[in-house]
């Protein structure tokens, strides 16, 4: 349970906020969401906040399957507790094979990298394996064409001018990059990464607000590879799928040694949103990841699981979700 608590904690999530709660109930683990923490500004719906609470379910499930146990997944198991995402429990007992070893290894050495990367494209058994990552868990990873990265580059670089230009957003920003010395969640400086000396690649400005923090400027690579994850329909479903889809992408993609950036400005935005999801097919963007080879990069910091392991509730006179 420890094994599976751990990697629950080390999934990425929107600004480093770790969203979740963990409580081991009836021999397994429910996941919840913790909506103290969720962005109001950039995911006033909780979006973003579910997709990251799905991906340490995932984390959860290759965790216990790496331990020797076949994960039984019940989502939203209780229509009382509303932020009561998941409840994993151990099921019969199964020796991990080679793929499940692999992805258990790479949930600690998975980190988001902001850095640029290198000129290589990605080979095709590569992209393949991503793509059946996703659809294995429901979703759709759909690599950008030419004019598609063209097309998303220019509404993220728009999405993210609105953005920089909102001060709610500076604020909500500031409240996740100026953490006080010994803090355990946020993006923390050394994870910012550089931006783009020529302006075409909008990577997400966690230096924004603040002025005396040196920003550093880099070349990126000049025909990045975007990926689009996208689900069929929208809501908290939808969103708990697309969260465990991206992080089974990212694990994959941690096996096989390509780095992976999510940005996803112009998701927040619904305009924006609008353009890049397909909605006449009630298909729905849910992130947009920019995949390459790069150097290895710092990795953020994570809550101790004192912090994020609630009680058993004592009765059912007590049961209740996260207070508010
Ligand atoms: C739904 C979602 C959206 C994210 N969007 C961005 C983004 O736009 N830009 C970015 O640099 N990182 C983004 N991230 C990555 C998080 O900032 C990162 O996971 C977090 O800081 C923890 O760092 P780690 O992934 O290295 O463990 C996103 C992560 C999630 C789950």
Known sequence: MRICLEAASAAPSIHNTQPWLFRLRDG????????????????????EL???????????????????????????????????????????????????????AAIGRRRTNRRPFSDLPLPDPVVTELTAAAA????????????GTEAVLALTRTADEWQRADPAYREELAAWTLPPRGRSDGVPAQ?????DERDTLPMRDFGLVQPDLHRRNARFEPDPTLVVLSTEGD??????????ALQRVLLTAAVRGVAAAPMTQALEEPLTRQLISDQAHNQYAQVILRLGY????????????????IAEPRSAACRSDVPS
């Open 28 to 47: 397994g683990i429910d996941i919840l969401a913790d909506r103290r923490r969720r962005l109001e500004v950039i995911d006033p719906q909780g979006r």
């Open 50 to 104: 579910l997709i990251s609470v799905a991906a340490a379910v995932l984390n959860a499930r290759v965790a216990m399957l790496g331990c020797g146990w076949v994960p039984i997944l019940r989502v939203f198991p209780n229509a009382a507790q509303p932020d009561l995402v998941a409840r994993i429990t151990p099921g019969p007992a199964a020796a991990p094979d080679p793929t499940v070893r692999a992805l258990a």
């Open 136 to 147: 294995a868990e429901g979703a759709v990873l759909a690599t950008a064409d030419t004019a």
């Open 191 to 195: 994870a910012f990464g550089p931006q």
């Open 235 to 244: 809501g908290r479903l939808a969103w708990v799928r697309a969260g465990q």
């Open 294 to 309: 790069g150097r290895a990069t710092a990795a953020s910091p994570r809550r101790p699981l004192a912090e994020t392991l």
